[in-house]
C-alpha cells in the first residue's frame, strides 16, 4: 500500500488543523492505521492509531484534542487536530501495518512521505 499524507500548515497556538492521508490499492480496511510524528532532534512519536475493526489509540499528549478517523470508501485515514500546542509543532507521519503493537513504529511496514505542522504562539 502506497500512502499520502496532506494537509499541514501553519497555526495559531488553539487552532485546528485536519490532516488526511490517501492510501492506494484495495486491501485499505484490513490495515491498521496510525499517525506518528517528529520533531527536530527527537525520535519519531507515536500521535494515534485506528484498527481495522476501528478500535481508536492515543498518546497521553493528545488525548481529548486529537481524533483519528478512517473512511474506508474513500481509502482516507484523517488525524482531526483541536487545540493545537507549539509542542505538537513536527512532522507528521502516517503509517500502515498488519498486526502487533499500535502504539510501535516496528508494526507498521508502510509510511507516507509525512506533512509538516507547526503552531506559533
Known amino acids: 500500500v502506497q500512502l499520502q499524507a496532506f494537509g499541514g500548515g501553519l497555526v495559531q497556538a488553539g487552532g485546528s488543523l485536519r490532516l488526511s492521508c490517501a492510501a492506494s490499492?484495495?486491501?485499505?480496511?484490513?490495515?491498521?492505521m496510525g499517525w506518528f510524528r517528529q520533531a527536530p532532534g527527537k525520535e519519531r512519536e507515536f500521535v494515534a492509531a485506528?484498527?481495522?475493526?476501528?478500535?481508536?489509540y492515543y498518546g497521553d499528549s493528545v488525548k481529548g484534542r486529537f481524533t483519528i478517523s478512517r473512511d474506508n470508501a474513500k481509502n482516507t485515514l484523517y488525524l482531526q487536530m483541536n487545540s493545537l500546542k507549539p509542542e505538537d509543532t513536527a512532522v507528521y507521519y502516517c503509517?500502515?501495518?498488519?498486526?502487533?503493537?499500535?502504539?510501535?513504529?516496528?508494526?507498521?511496514?508502510?509510511w507516507g512521505q509525512g506533512t509538516q505542522v507547526t503552531v506559533s504562539s
Open positions: 503509517a500502515a501495518g498488519r498486526g502487533g503493537d499500535n502504539y510501535s513504529t516496528r508494526s507498521y511496514g508502510y
Open positions: 490499492g484495495r486491501t485499505f480496511s484490513r490495515y491498521n
Open positions: 485506528i484498527s481495522w475493526s476501528d478500535t481508536t
